[in-house]
């Protein structure tokens, strides 16, 4: 009988990899790491290693939802600043 197979969650991630997971590029990450806003590193066979869960509680205390009608206001310089309102 076939069996489907395990799908594990990837649990660590390099430092470029965990910058990819939040958005940031790889320079802000390390900065975050730096400043306390994300977690420090794990060594594994020498390697440098974010955990996930780590990550994820991190990622989730820094941000929040901001509902549409309190977001800033477009400070221009946007594709219709650009090209200007007959193109849409």
């Given at each position: 009988m076939n069996h489907p197979p395990i799908?594990?969650?990837?649990?660590?991630?390099?430092?470029?990899?965990?910058?990819?997971?939040?958005?940031?590029?790889?320079?802000?990450?390390?900065?975050?790491?730096?400043?306390g806003e994300m977690p420090g590193h794990r060594m594994v066979g020498g390697c440098a290693i974010w955990r996930a869960d780590e990550l994820l509680e991190a990622f989730n205390r820094l941000t929040q939802y901001v509902p549409p009608d309190e977001q800033p206001e477009?400070?221009?310089?946007?594709?219709?600043?650009?090209?200007?309102d007959d193109a849409a």
């Open positions: 799908i594990l969650p990837k649990l660590g991630y390099r430092a470029s990899e965990a910058a990819e997971l939040i958005g940031v590029s790889v320079s802000k990450f390390r900065s975050m790491v730096k400043d477009d400070e221009g310089e946007g594709w219709d600043d650009i090209l200007g």
